[in-house]
C-alpha cells in the first residue's frame, strides 16, 4: 500500500456571514476551538489594565505640558552652554565668529513664514520688542565672552549665564505665570426629578408680647374713655442723645381715621403725660415724620439732656447759601433747630421772641446779634428804651444803638428811609441770573453781601415803644415792604398779644410769619398768642427749673422757623459775649444806606453818630457801594469800564481778575472785555499774564474813564 496518498484536513470554518444570515444573530464558534468541558462556562477576556509605565508616562507628558512655557528660559540656557562649548572646544571658533552664530542662529526660524508670523504675532508691542532684543544682545554677548574665556565650570561663565538668564527670563515667566490650562468640566447629568412632596406648613410664630408703654397706652390713652380712644401704639424707635447712650424710646401713634387728626393728637399731650405719670420735659407728642394726619408720634425720654447748665454757644454757623444757623437744641437728639435770617431768592425773615421774666429773652437776643455779628453781612441796629440792659456785651459794638424814645423813633424814619433809598436802587438795578444764564433790570429780592448787608433792627420791649403810634406805623411799614430790601424787624416782648404790639394786626402776622421764638409766658394764653397751631406743652406751664434740680430753665420752649416742629428745644447761651463783641469787627451799612440814615438823624437828632463813638466823632467809614445804571442798549461794556476804574482808585491798589468778578455786578466775560479795552487805551497795565491789574499813571486821578 502506498504511504503517498495525503491526510484529510479538518474543515475550516468560515468566519463570514452567511447569505441571508440576520445581522446580530449570534454565530457559532469557531470549529477550531477546544471544546468546553461539561459543566464550564465560556467567559470573554477582559481587556488588560493599566500599567506602572504607561502610569508614569502620561504623568511626564502631562507636567511637562504644563511646563513648556517655565522650563524653555532653562533649555534655552542649556542649549546656550552647550553650543558655545562645542564652538569653542571642537570647532574652535573664534569670539567674533561665535557671535555672529548666535545671531544667525537665533534669525534661522525666521525663514519659515509660518514662524515669522508666529514671531510677529508675539512681539506685538513695544516692550515686548525691547525685551527680545535685550535677551539677543545679552546671549551674544555672553557666547563672546566664553568663547575668550572659556566654558569651563572652573570659570565664571556658567553662573554668569544662569544668573543673567533667569534675571532676563522674570518677564517672560511672569507672562506666562497662568498658562496652566484648566481641567475640563464633566457634564453632569441632573438626577432625574422626584415628585414633589408637599411643603410642611411652617410654625407659627406667636406675637411678640407688648411693651410695657403700650401696655400704659391701652390701658389710660387708647381705651373707652380715655384722652385718644381706639388708638394705639406702632413701630418703636429707640432713642440715643448726643453721646450716643440710650435715652427712652419714640413710638408711631396710630389714630382713629376719620375721627382723630395730629392736632388733636397733639392737644391731649397733659393728658398722655398723666396717663404716664412723667413731666413735660420727659415727653411729648409731635407730628409724624409722614406728615400724615392719621398719625403723631410719641417721643418718652428716661431723661432730660437739656437740663445742664446751659447748650454752650461754640461758634457762628450761619450758611451763607441758606440764610439759616442752628439756634437751640432738641432733647431727642435729633440735632438742633435752626434760625432763618433770610430766604433765598426771597428776602429778611422778621423775629418775634416771646417770654416773661427771666425766660432768657436776653440769651436768645444775644444769640441772634452775636451769629449776625460774626457773619459779616449783617449791619445791626439795637433800640432799647430800657437803655440795653439786656443785650450790655453788644451796645457799643453794633452799627448804631438807640437808648431813648426819641432816639428809638428817629432811628425808625431813618430805617423807613433805608428802605426808600434801596427801593428805588433795585428797581433800576441790572443783575446777572445765573440760574436762567440771563441779564435782568430790577430786583424783586434781596441776597446780603459784605457790600450790600442785611439790615436787622433789633427792638427789646417792643411793648413800650409800641405805646407811641407813630412807631407803630413805622414798625408796620417796616414788617410789611422791609423784606424784599433786606430790612429785617426782630421784636422782643412778654406777651406777644395785638394788644400788647400797638393794636396793630399787621405787625404781629408779619414777624410772626418768619421766625418764631417762644420761650415760658406767664400764662397759656400768651404762649397760644404766638403760635397759631398747638402746641404740645403749654409754654405757661414750663417750671422755673428743671424737676428735682435747681437749674433755670433760661432759653427752653419752642423755635418756630426754618424747622416747623413745635417740639421744646433750648437756645444756645453765648458764654463769651463780651469777648467775641471786642474782637468782631462792627459790620456798616453800604454808603448809600448810611447817607440816606444819617440825612433823617442828622436832621431829627442833630450829629449822628455810630455805636460807642463819642459825642461829635464823625461817622465810622462805611463800604461804599457801586449803582450800576441801567443801560439803553445791549452793549454794556462802557459800564464795565466805569465800574472796573471806580473799583481800582476806590481800593488803591493792584487788583486781580477774580477779584473784579466777585464785587462787580457784572459777567466774567464782560468785566474780561473792558479790561482788555482799557489795557487797548492804556488806561490801566498788566505786569505780565497772571499778574493784577493797575491804573496808568494818567487815570490815577481823574474821576471818570475815558
Same mark, same amino acid.
Given at each position: 500500500?502506498?504511504?503517498?496518498?495525503?491526510?484529510?484536513? +479538518?474543515? %475550516?470554518?468560515?468566519?463570514?456571514?452567511?447569505?441571508?444570515?440576520?445581522?446580530?444573530?449570534?454565530?457559532? +464558534? +469557531?470549529?477550531?476551538?477546544?471544546?468546553?468541558?461539561?459543566?464550564?462556562?465560556?467567559?470573554?477576556?477582559?481587556?488588560?489594565?493599566?500599567?506602572?509605565?504607561?502610569?508614569?508616562? @502620561?504623568?511626564?507628558?502631562?507636567?511637562?505640558?504644563?511646563?513648556?512655557?517655565?522650563?524653555?528660559?532653562?533649555?534655552?540656557?542649556?542649549? =546656550?552652554?552647550?553650543?558655545?562649548?562645542?564652538?569653542?572646544? *571642537?570647532?574652535?571658533?573664534?569670539?567674533?565668529?561665535?557671535?555672529?552664530?548666535?545671531?544667525?542662529?537665533?534669525?534661522?526660524?525666521?525663514?519659515?513664514?509660518?514662524?515669522?508670523?508666529?514671531?510677529?504675532?508675539?512681539?506685538?508691542?513695544?516692550?515686548?520688542?525691547?525685551?527680545?532684543?535685550?535677551?539677543?544682545?545679552?546671549?551674544?554677548?555672553?557666547?563672546? #565672552? $566664553?568663547?575668550?574665556?572659556?566654558?569651563?565650570?572652573?570659570?565664571?561663565?556658567?553662573?554668569?549665564?544662569?544668573?543673567?538668564?533667569?534675571?532676563?527670563?522674570?518677564?517672560?515667566?511672569?507672562?506666562?505665570?497662568?498658562?496652566?490650562?484648566?481641567?475640563?468640566?464633566?457634564?453632569?447629568?441632573?438626577?432625574?426629578?422626584?415628585?414633589?412632596?408637599?411643603?410642611?406648613?411652617?410654625?407659627?410664630?406667636?406675637?411678640?408680647?407688648?411693651?410695657?408703654? *403700650?401696655?400704659?397706652?391701652?390701658?389710660?390713652?387708647?381705651?373707652?374713655?380715655?384722652?385718644?380712644?381706639?388708638?394705639?401704639?406702632?413701630?418703636?424707635?429707640?432713642?440715643?442723645?448726643?453721646?450716643?447712650? +440710650?435715652?427712652?424710646?419714640?413710638?408711631?401713634?396710630?389714630?382713629?381715621?376719620?375721627?382723630?387728626?395730629?392736632?388733636?393728637?397733639?392737644?391731649?399731650?397733659?393728658?398722655?403725660?398723666?396717663?404716664?405719670?412723667?413731666?413735660?420735659?420727659?415727653?411729648?407728642?409731635?407730628?409724624?415724620?409722614?406728615?400724615?394726619?392719621?398719625?403723631?408720634?410719641?417721643?418718652?425720654?428716661?431723661?432730660?439732656?437739656?437740663?445742664?447748665?446751659?447748650?454752650?454757644?461754640?461758634?457762628?454757623?450761619?450758611?451763607?447759601?441758606?440764610?439759616?444757623?442752628?439756634?437751640?437744641?432738641?432733647?431727642?437728639?435729633?440735632?438742633?433747630?435752626?434760625?432763618?435770617?433770610?430766604?433765598?431768592?426771597?428776602?429778611?425773615?422778621?423775629?418775634?421772641?416771646?417770654?416773661?421774666?427771666?425766660?432768657?429773652?436776653?440769651?436768645?437776643?444775644?444769640?441772634?446779634?452775636?451769629?449776625?455779628?460774626?457773619?459779616?453781612?449783617?449791619?445791626?441796629?439795637?433800640?432799647?428804651?430800657?437803655?440795653?440792659?439786656? %443785650?450790655?456785651?453788644? !451796645?457799643?459794638?453794633?452799627?448804631?444803638? /438807640?437808648?431813648?424814645?426819641?432816639?428809638?423813633?428817629? &432811628?425808625? &424814619?431813618?430805617?423807613?428811609?433805608?428802605?426808600?433809598?434801596?427801593? @428805588?436802587?433795585?428797581?433800576?438795578?441790572?443783575?446777572?441770573?445765573?440760574?436762567?444764564?440771563?441779564?435782568?433790570?430790577?430786583?424783586?429780592?434781596?441776597?446780603?453781601?459784605?457790600?450790600?448787608?442785611?439790615?436787622?433792627?433789633?427792638?427789646?420791649?417792643?411793648?413800650?415803644?409800641? =405805646?407811641?403810634?407813630?412807631?407803630?406805623?413805622?414798625?408796620?411799614?417796616?414788617?410789611?415792604?422791609?423784606?424784599?430790601?433786606?430790612?429785617?424787624? !426782630?421784636?422782643?416782648?412778654?406777651?406777644?398779644?395785638?394788644?400788647?404790639?400797638?393794636?396793630?394786626?399787621?405787625?404781629?402776622?408779619?414777624?410772626?410769619?418768619?421766625?418764631?421764638?417762644?420761650?415760658?409766658?406767664?400764662?397759656?394764653?400768651?404762649? *397760644?398768642? #404766638?403760635?397759631?397751631?398747638?402746641?404740645?406743652?403749654?409754654?405757661?406751664?414750663?417750671?422755673?427749673?428743671?424737676?428735682?434740680?435747681?437749674?433755670?430753665?433760661?432759653?427752653?420752649?419752642?423755635?418756630?422757623?426754618?424747622?416747623?416742629?413745635?417740639?421744646?428745644?433750648?437756645?444756645?447761651?453765648?458764654?463769651?459775649?463780651?469777648?467775641?463783641? @471786642?474782637?468782631?469787627?462792627?459790620? @456798616?451799612?453800604?454808603?448809600?444806606?448810611?447817607? #440816606?440814615?444819617?440825612?433823617?438823624?442828622?436832621?431829627?437828632?442833630?450829629?449822628?453818630?455810630? $455805636?460807642?463813638? /463819642?459825642?461829635?466823632?464823625?461817622?465810622?467809614?462805611?463800604?461804599?457801594?457801586?449803582?450800576?445804571?441801567?443801560?439803553?442798549?445791549?452793549?454794556?461794556?462802557?459800564?464795565?469800564?466805569?465800574?472796573?476804574?471806580?473799583?481800582?482808585?476806590?481800593?488803591?491798589?493792584?487788583?486781580?481778575?477774580?477779584?473784579?468778578?466777585?464785587?462787580?455786578?457784572?459777567?466774567?466775560?464782560?468785566?474780561?472785555?473792558?479790561?482788555?479795552?482799557?489795557?487797548?487805551?492804556?488806561?490801566?497795565?498788566?505786569?505780565?499774564?497772571? *499778574?493784577?491789574?493797575?491804573?496808568?499813571?494818567? !487815570?490815577?486821578?481823574?474821576?471818570?474813564?475815558?
Amino acid at each position: 500500500m502506498s504511504t503517498n496518498r495525503s491526510t484529510p484536513r +479538518p474543515p %475550516v470554518a468560515s468566519t463570514a456571514p452567511q447569505t441571508g444570515a440576520r445581522l446580530g444573530a449570534p454565530t457559532a +464558534p +469557531p470549529a477550531n476551538l477546544p471544546a468546553v468541558p461539561p459543566g464550564h462556562t465560556l467567559v470573554p477576556k477582559e481587556p488588560a489594565g493599566p500599567t506602572v509605565g504607561g502610569e508614569l508616562q @502620561r504623568a511626564a507628558k502631562k507636567v511637562g505640558y504644563r511646563i513648556r512655557y517655565g522650563a524653555a528660559p532653562l533649555m534655552t540656557m542649556g542649549g =546656550l552652554w552647550g553650543a558655545t562649548a562645542w564652538a569653542t572646544t *571642537q570647532a574652535g571658533m573664534g569670539p567674533v565668529t561665535v557671535g555672529a552664530g548666535t545671531v544667525a542662529l537665533a534669525a534661522a526660524p525666521l525663514i519659515k513664514k509660518k514662524l515669522r508670523l508666529a514671531v510677529r504675532k508675539a512681539l506685538c508691542t513695544m516692550r515686548r520688542k525691547v525685551w527680545a532684543g535685550g535677551a539677543l544682545t545679552a546671549a551674544t554677548t555672553w557666547t563672546m #565672552a $566664553a568663547a575668550e574665556v572659556g566654558v569651563g565650570f572652573d570659570t565664571l561663565m556658567p553662573a554668569a549665564l544662569v544668573v543673567g538668564g533667569s534675571v532676563i527670563s522674570i518677564p517672560f515667566w511672569w507672562r506666562y505665570r497662568n498658562q496652566i490650562p484648566a481641567a475640563p468640566l464633566k457634564a453632569v447629568e441632573p438626577p432625574p426629578a422626584q415628585p414633589a412632596l408637599p411643603a410642611p406648613e411652617p410654625p407659627r410664630e406667636l406675637p411678640p408680647a407688648p411693651h410695657e408703654d *403700650q401696655i400704659e397706652w391701652d390701658e389710660f390713652v387708647g381705651c373707652s374713655g380715655g384722652a385718644l380712644p381706639g388708638t394705639c401704639l406702632l413701630d418703636r424707635e429707640e432713642l440715643f442723645d448726643l453721646d450716643g447712650n +440710650p435715652n427712652g424710646s419714640a413710638w408711631t401713634i396710630k389714630l382713629v381715621r376719620g375721627k382723630q387728626t395730629t392736632m388733636s393728637a397733639i392737644a391731649q399731650s397733659e393728658n398722655i403725660q398723666s396717663a404716664y405719670d412723667t413731666t413735660g420735659g420727659l415727653l411729648y407728642v409731635e407730628r409724624h415724620p409722614s406728615g400724615k394726619q392719621s398719625l403723631a408720634r410719641l417721643v418718652k425720654m428716661t431723661r432730660n439732656p437739656l437740663s445742664t447748665e446751659s447748650i454752650i454757644y461754640k461758634g457762628p454757623r450761619l450758611d451763607l447759601k441758606t440764610g439759616i444757623a442752628p439756634i437751640s437744641l432738641y432733647p431727642d437728639g435729633s440735632g438742633y433747630a435752626y434760625y432763618r435770617f433770610w430766604e433765598p431768592k426771597s428776602g429778611s425773615c422778621h423775629t418775634l421772641v416771646s417770654g416773661t421774666t427771666g425766660a432768657g429773652k436776653s440769651g436768645v437776643l444775644t444769640w441772634i446779634i452775636t451769629e449776625a455779628a460774626e457773619s459779616g453781612v449783617v449791619a445791626t441796629w439795637l433800640l432799647d428804651p430800657q437803655h440795653g440792659i439786656s %443785650v450790655p456785651a453788644w !451796645v457799643k459794638h453794633v452799627d448804631r444803638a /438807640a437808648l431813648e424814645m426819641e432816639e428809638i423813633k428817629a &432811628y425808625l &424814619y431813618a430805617a423807613a428811609a433805608v428802605l426808600e433809598a434801596r427801593g @428805588r436802587y433795585q428797581k433800576t438795578l441790572r443783575w446777572y441770573d445765573a440760574e436762567i444764564d440771563e441779564w435782568c433790570e430790577g430786583k424783586g429780592f434781596f441776597e446780603p453781601t459784605p457790600e450790600y448787608p442785611l439790615l436787622m433792627v433789633v427792638i427789646d420791649e417792643a411793648h413800650k415803644v409800641l =405805646l407811641d403810634q407813630e412807631c407803630v406805623n413805622l414798625v408796620a411799614y417796616l414788617a410789611k415792604e422791609g423784606r424784599k430790601v433786606g430790612i429785617k424787624i !426782630v421784636l422782643a416782648t412778654q406777651v406777644p398779644s395785638v394788644t400788647e404790639l400797638g393794636g396793630n394786626v399787621v405787625i404781629r402776622d408779619q414777624v410772626a410769619s418768619g421766625n418764631i421764638i417762644v420761650l415760658r409766658t406767664a400764662n397759656r394764653l400768651s404762649g *397760644q398768642m #404766638a403760635y397759631s397751631g398747638s402746641l404740645p406743652i403749654d409754654p405757661g406751664a414750663i417750671p422755673k427749673v428743671f424737676e428735682g434740680t435747681t437749674i433755670p430753665t433760661k432759653g427752653l420752649g419752642y423755635v418756630l422757623s426754618a424747622t416747623e416742629r413745635p417740639v421744646p428745644s433750648r437756645v444756645l447761651y453765648v458764654r463769651d459775649a463780651v469777648k467775641r463783641a @471786642r474782637a468782631v469787627d462792627v459790620k @456798616r451799612l453800604d454808603a448809600m444806606s448810611e447817607q #440816606a440814615a444819617a440825612a433823617i438823624l442828622e436832621q431829627m437828632l442833630g450829629a449822628p453818630r455810630a $455805636a460807642g463813638a /463819642a459825642p461829635g466823632q464823625p461817622v465810622a467809614p462805611v463800604v461804599p457801594l457801586h449803582v450800576v445804571p441801567v443801560q439803553g442798549g445791549d452793549d454794556t461794556r462802557a459800564t464795565a469800564k466805569h465800574a472796573v476804574l471806580d473799583y481800582m482808585r476806590r481800593v488803591g491798589r493792584p487788583v486781580p481778575a477774580g477779584e473784579f468778578n466777585d464785587n462787580l455786578e457784572y459777567s466774567p466775560a464782560q468785566i474780561h472785555k473792558a479790561l482788555n479795552a482799557l489795557k487797548d487805551t492804556k488806561q490801566i497795565r498788566q505786569g505780565g499774564w497772571g *499778574q493784577p491789574y493797575e491804573l496808568a499813571d494818567s !487815570v490815577a486821578g481823574v474821576g471818570a474813564a475815558q
